[in-house]
């Protein structure tokens, strides 16, 4: 009886929390397609705020899709040979560098962006340019990028696979190649689904390190919040919400593929 | 075989890590080190490190956040602590479904939770509509300290959830049977050794919870609170006052604190970790 009504009260307090997350995302959907939100939905169903935000604010879900693709480019150069690396080495100097990687991720956005615009803020080239913003989300995602692709490949036994290799004479980058690289799949897809996500949904730095030209999504969800009617900011959560999907759903996907793995 | 550790090996191995170093270097180390300088070169110069310590309004800001951040990690654990328990023992029809809505603002940023609090508890907030038809009242506080910590509440409990659930699973449940068969109830088996096997989890969410809330500018942002969270005074000296000087210090103050927090969260979680094993 006891456990029984434990059962319950969890459920409830399970319930209650999913509700919580989910009612808001709901209200927000519908808002966005409403003639009128106070009226409620007897106003009418409309696709009016959609295209407004689409034709006012395309340029920004434009241009963040771009800066998650470069960034998605940058960190797979730079992070899946510097995982190999850490992974291959596992010396004590290594501890150090994943502990550097980690710091842009431990100290607050602000920090960062207010560090780069005091460094090279006067470099107006570079603070006009959208380039300034992917420093910031490469410095913020190639963490997430390393340690999924260096925890894919400390669980296999890469020390014996290269020696194996070694000894029928594949050089070093032969056998990053053929050996790493292949072994690493998993982590490196979901590493990038990651790195993605977190490009397109970066806000505290890009507020900051963004110039009227260079507005990214996250930053005109935040201009439509404070300067807009309901329904306008409802309808530019709604294509956010649509953007980032197939993104959440192909994270759990890839989070599925690894733990099924042997 | 050892694998000789030629000179090609070695350079291959330089020329992986030396992009990513250079990188870190130029980007973050230097302007971090620059940042130090400018905190120092306002009228008061290296004064003004202290002064920030001294300053009644500036430590009144640096306790609210403290304290919203950790009432944040306290609701979050518990929340997220019963929910992921519950997912993780039971199986039911729904539950996938659950879990995917439980997760699905894991990829939100702060604004966006901002918006989700003001749908919630705004002007033409679902609450307050609700408390107009049963008080005729019209219950308002997305733009309040309440309104932020539902804010980062929401916010911190997709990830918290996903580390109990893993955590959870790799529990011995054998030690629980131990408990159960020599008579100890549910609470005493939940406190003593459901509770000190998540304790690590427990911990590293905890600290990762309250490190983002110390940073969070987002949702706060969205609110407009009046509440000045350190993010928020950061944020106005720079723009607003064009302090560079005084956001710089304030910036470096909250860098360390959060850092600090999530260093000793990982020493503790490493030892208790250590003491179980």
Request: glycine content about 8%.
């Amino acid at each position: 009886m006891k456990r029984a009504s434990l059962f319950w009260l969890q459920l409830a307090v399970t319930l209650l929390t999913c509700a919580f997350v989910t009612v808001p995302i709901l209200l927000s959907l519908t808002a966005g397609v409403t003639e009128d939100y106070r009226l409620g939905l007897a106003s009418g169903l409309t696709l009016r705020w959609v295209e407004k935000v689409a034709l006012e604010y395309g340029d920004t879900i434009l241009r963040s899709i771009g800066l998650a693709i470069a960034c998605l480019s940058v960190t797979l150069v730079i992070g899946v040979p510097l995982a190999y690396a850490l992974a291959r080495s596992g010396q004590r100097w290594t501890r150090w560098v994943e502990e550097l990687l980690m710091l842009p991720v431990a100290i607050p956005g602000l920090a960062t962006a207010l560090a780069l615009i005091s460094a090279y803020g006067t470099w107006s080239g570079l603070r006009t340019s959208s380039l300034f913003i992917l420093i910031g989300h490469v410095l913020f995602t190639l963490p997430f990028m390393v340690r999924s692709v260096l925890a894919v490949l400390t669980a296999i036994d890469l020390k014996t696979l290269e020696e194996g290799a070694a000894s029928l004479g594949a050089g070093p980058w032969r056998r990053f190649t053929s050996i790493a690289l292949p072994n690493a799949r998993g982590g490196i897809l979901a590493g990038s689904l990651m790195v993605v996500t977190l490009s397109v949904g970066e806000f505290n730095m890009t507020w900051l390190l963004h110039t009227p030209f260079t507005k990214t999504l996250p930053v005109g969800l935040a201009d439509a919040y404070a300067s807009l009617r309901l329904e306008v900011a409802s309808a530019y959560t709604l294509l956010f919400l649509l953007l980032i999907l197939p993104l959440l759903l192909g994270l759990q996907w890839a989070a599925k593929r690894l733990e099924s793995r042997p | 075989m050892a694998l000789p550790f030629s000179l090609q090996n070695r350079l291959v191995l330089v020329g992986f890590i030396a992009p990513a170093l250079i990188l870190l270097g130029a980007f973050f180390l230097l302007p971090l080190g620059h940042l130090l300088l400018v905190g120092a070169s306002g009228p008061q110069g290296i004064a003004t490190y202290g002064a920030i310590l001294t300053n009644q309004a500036y430590l009144w800001s640096l306790g609210q956040t403290l304290l919203v951040s950790a009432a944040t990690t306290a609701i979050t654990l518990l929340i997220a602590g019963i929910v992921g328990l519950f997912l993780q023992r039971n199986r039911f029809p729904g539950r996938g479904l659950l879990l995917a809505l439980l997760t699905f603002p894991l990829a939100f940023p702060g604004v966006v939770v901002g918006f989700m609090v003001i749908m919630l508890a705004g002007r033409q907030g679902l609450i307050g509509q609700v408390s107009l038809w049963l008080t005729d009242e019209k219950l308002v506080f997305a733009y309040s300290m309440a309104g932020l910590l539902m804010g980062y509440v929401y916010f911190s409990i997709p990830r918290t959830l996903l580390t109990v659930i893993a955590a959870a699973e790799k529990l011995d449940p054998k030690l629980e049977e131990a408990a159960r068969s020599l008579g100890a109830s549910t609470a005493r088996v939940t406190w003593d050794v459901v509770i000190p096997g998540l304790k690590p989890a427990l911990i590293s969410s905890g600290a990762l919870c309250f490190a983002t809330a110390m940073g969070a500018f987002g949702t706060a942002f969205t609110l407009a609170t009046r509440i000045n969270v350190l993010p928020m005074v950061i944020y106005t000296e720079f723009t607003l006052q064009a302090n560079m000087a005084l956001a710089a210090a304030l910036s470096l103050v909250l860098g360390l604190v959060t850092w600090g927090v999530l260093a000793l969260a990982r020493t503790v979680a490493g030892a208790s970790v250590a003491a179980g094993a």
